[in-house]
C-alpha cells in the first residue's frame, strides 16, 4: 500500500473514532467536550466532568476499540482465506470457526456459566470446530488438499451448527435461550472493557502477521504447484495462516458474538479499490474493517431508539456492498 493510500485510509480510521467518541444518544454540546478535554489535558481535577468521564472512558472507548480490533480481525482473516483459498467467495467462517465458538457460547448460557467461562468456552470451541475441520481432511487427503479442507470445514461448520441448533431446542425458553439468540445476531454491548484489555494485544499481534504474509500469499494465489518452484513450504504457510486467522477471529467471536459480512466483504472492497497484491490487501482490509464497524456501530447507535445487533446491521450494509464489488472483485481471480 503507498504511503499516500496508507494516510488517507489512517486519517479516515481517526476520524471516525472521534466521531464515535463525541457523538451518541446521551450527547453533549461542543462547548462541553471542548471544556471537558482540555482539563483532561491540562491536567485537572474531572469531579465537574464525571459523568462525561465515565461516558467516555468507561462506555464509548471500549466500544471503540472493540470495533477497531474485531473489524481488523474479521477483515485481515477473511482476506487472507479468500487469497490461501483462491476464492473470492470465503470468509473467515470456511472452516467452522464461528459455528465452533458460537456453539461454545451457546453451552455456557446454556448450564449457567459466568462471563469468563463463557469467553473460554467460546474460544476453545471455535478452535476445536476449526480443529476438527483440519482432522478431516488430513485423514482424506496427506497432500493438504484446499478441496477437502473446504469439505472438511463444511462438514465441521455443519455439524456445530447442528449441535446448537438442537440446544438451543432444549433451552429454557424465557432464560438461556432468548441470551444465545442475541448473542449469534452479534452485539458490541457485550464487549467487557476488561477481556478487551486482555485481549486487544494478541490480537494486534495476530493482525500484524497476518499483514506481513502477503507475500506468500501471492505466492499460494499462483497454484500450488508454483508456490512450491519459488520454494515456498505450502503446508506451513496453510497451517500458519489457518492458526493465526482462527486465534484472532475466535477472540472476536468471544468479545461481540457472531459478526458477518465484514469477512467477506471488505477484502473484496480493498482489492477494488487498491489492487489484488496482498501484501497490500491484507493490511488495507484490516484498515477498512475497523472503519466499516465503525460506521455500522455508531448507524446502529443514533439511528434507533434500542440497540439493534450489530450483525444485522452489517448484513443490512453488507449485502448492497458485496453486490456491487463483486463483479468487479472476480477479476483480481
Given at each position: 500500500m503507498s504511503k499516500k493510500a496508507f494516510t488517507f485510509l489512517s486519517i479516515l480510521l481517526l476520524g471516525f473514532m472521534l466521531l464515535s467518541v463525541l457523538i451518541g444518544k446521551y450527547g453533549f454540546n461542543a462547548e462541553?467536550?471542548?471544556?471537558?478535554?482540555?482539563?483532561?489535558?491540562?491536567?485537572?481535577?474531572?469531579?465537574?466532568?464525571?459523568?462525561?468521564?465515565?461516558?467516555?472512558?468507561?462506555?464509548?472507548?471500549?466500544?471503540?476499540?472493540?470495533?477497531?480490533?474485531?473489524g481488523a480481525s474479521l477483515a485481515i482473516s477473511g482476506s487472507a482465506y479468500q487469497a490461501m483459498f483462491v476464492n473470492p467467495l470465503v470468509s473467515p467462517s470456511i472452516l467452522g470457526v464461528l459455528s465452533g465458538a458460537g456453539f461454545g457460547a451457546a453451552i455456557g448460557m446454556f448450564f449457567g456459566l459466568n462471563e469468563y467461562l463463557i469467553q473460554l468456552s467460546t474460544f476453545a470451541f471455535g478452535f476445536i470446530a476449526v480443529l476438527t475441520a483440519l482432522s478431516i481432511s488430513a485423514f482424506y487427503s496427506r497432500s493438504g488438499?484446499?478441496?477437502?479442507?473446504?469439505?472438511?470445514?463444511?462438514?465441521?461448520?455443519?455439524?456445530?451448527?447442528?449441535?446448537?441448533?438442537?440446544?438451543?431446542?432444549?433451552?429454557?425458553?424465557?432464560?438461556?435461550?432468548?441470551?444465545?439468540?442475541?448473542?449469534?445476531?452479534?452485539?458490541?454491548?457485550?464487549?467487557?472493557?476488561?477481556?478487551?484489555?486482555?485481549?486487544?494485544?494478541?490480537?494486534?499481534?495476530?493482525?500484524?502477521?497476518?499483514?506481513?504474509?502477503?507475500?506468500?500469499?501471492?505466492?499460494?494465489?499462483?497454484?500450488e504447484e508454483e508456490a512450491?518452484?519459488?520454494?515456498?513450504?505450502?503446508?506451513?504457510?496453510?497451517?500458519?495462516?489457518?492458526?493465526?486467522?482462527?486465534?484472532?477471529?475466535?477472540?472476536?467471536?468471544?468479545?461481540?458474538?457472531?459478526?458477518?459480512?465484514?469477512?467477506?466483504?471488505?477484502?473484496?472492497?480493498?482489492?477494488?479499490?487498491?489492487?489484488?497484491?496482498?501484501?497490500t490487501v491484507l493490511s488495507s482490509s484490516a484498515i477498512i474493517g475497523a472503519i466499516f464497524l465503525l460506521f455500522c456501530d455508531n448507524f446502529s447507535r443514533l439511528m434507533f431508539t434500542f440497540e439493534v445487533p450489530i450483525g444485522i446491521v452489517t448484513s443490512l450494509f453488507g449485502i448492497p456492498i458485496f453486490i456491487l464489488v463483486l463483479r468487479r472483485a472476480k477479476k483480481s481471480f
Open positions: 462541553d467536550y471542548l471544556t471537558y478535554f482540555k482539563a483532561v489535558i491540562k491536567g485537572e481535577d474531572l469531579k465537574n466532568y464525571q459523568v462525561m468521564h465515565t461516558l467516555i472512558t468507561e462506555i464509548r472507548l471500549p466500544r471503540i476499540m472493540a470495533c477497531i480490533i474485531i488438499s484446499i478441496i477437502v479442507l473446504v469439505l472438511g470445514g463444511v462438514i465441521s461448520g455443519s455439524l456445530f451448527t447442528s449441535l446448537l441448533s438442537a440446544l438451543k431446542y432444549a433451552a429454557d425458553p424465557n432464560d438461556s435461550l432468548p441470551a444465545i439468540t442475541y448473542f449469534l445476531m452479534g452485539s458490541l454491548g457485550f464487549a467487557s472493557k476488561n477481556f478487551i484489555q486482555i485481549s486487544i494485544l494478541p490480537m494486534f499481534v495476530g493482525i500484524l502477521l497476518l499483514a506481513f504474509s502477503g507475500k506468500y500469499l501471492n505466492a499460494l494465489s499462483l497454484g512450491k518452484s519459488l520454494g515456498i513450504n505450502v503446508t506451513r504457510v496453510k497451517i500458519f495462516v489457518i492458526l493465526v486467522a482462527t486465534f484472532i477471529s475466535a477472540l472476536s467471536v468471544t468479545i461481540a458474538g457472531i459478526i458477518g459480512w465484514i469477512g467477506l466483504i471488505v477484502p473484496h472492497m480493498a482489492r477494488f479499490i487498491f489492487g489484488a497484491d496482498n501484501r
